[in-house]
């Protein structure tokens, strides 16, 4: 039996993002989330969402009561409305994103990618364990981008993704720290003393999320 996160820590919805990110004007950014199963009633999820004032999509393929891969036909139509309307879509392909490791592997991601090139989508996890692969992933199509959040600090592949960040990937690489499985603060504090020039570090933590997001 494979848990999904919301099973340990409930779900949230897209109202309640949107009442928090309205309490704390400034401080926070909202994320809609989405149930793919009816199409129509998902755009409808997403059109409200950005209403509320929320800026993005996050799909979680994998972890659906149904796991579905990245690149299933359902997904599709959530993924043209997104792309239609510049909506940013975050999908999380990588460490536990579904019942088996196939669920994480960066080829489904590819065919998004290639067949919606005017979509960003933000790569949740990093696609770890697959890190050569989906840098290739990211190294041929530029509209995506790579958060390898908790999966950057001290995992095998690490080094690659921070050859990447300093390179090609500089202005698509988003620092997180998928809290609450990492501490928000330590993560900061260790990601600011990598030996990462003053640009790159500014354009990891802040900048590309803000041009992302439209800030």
């Not at 990110?21 to 199409?39: C, K, L, S, W």
């Not at 059109?47 to 036909?73: F, R, S």
């Not at 994103?97 to 996890?125: C, M």
Request: overall charge negative.
């Amino acid at each position: 039996v494979t848990a999904r996160v919301s099973d340990f820590f409930g779900s949230v919805s897209n109202a309640d993002v949107a009442a928090i990110v309205a309490e704390y004007p400034g401080r926070f950014i909202g994320v809609a989330a989405v149930d793919p199963t009816n199409r129509r009633a998902a755009i409808r999820q997403i059109d409200e969402a950005m209403a509320m004032g929320l800026k993005a999509v996050n799909i979680e393929p994998g972890a659906y009561p149904i796991p579905m891969y990245a690149d299933d036909a359902r997904l599709y139509p959530l993924y043209a409305h997104c792309e239609d309307n510049a909506i940013p879509v975050i999908i999380m392909n990588g460490g536990n994103a579904g019942p088996d490791l196939s669920y994480s592997f960066t080829v489904p991601l590819d065919r998004v990618a290639a067949d919606f090139p005017e979509l960003k989508i933000v790569v949740s996890h990093g696609g770890w364990p697959w890190v050569t692969q989906v840098i290739h992933v990211a190294y041929r199509r530029p509209n995506v981008y790579l958060s390898p959040d908790m999966y950057l600090h001290e995992a095998p592949g690490m080094e690659h993704y921070l050859q990447a960040l300093s390179g090609f990937l500089a202005e698509r690489f988003l620092f997180a720290s998928c809290y609450p499985l990492t501490p928000v603060k330590d993560y900061t504090d260790w990601f600011q003393k990598l030996p990462l020039s003053p640009h790159v570090r500014e354009r990891a933590l802040w900048r590309n999320a803000a041009e992302l997001l439209r800030l």
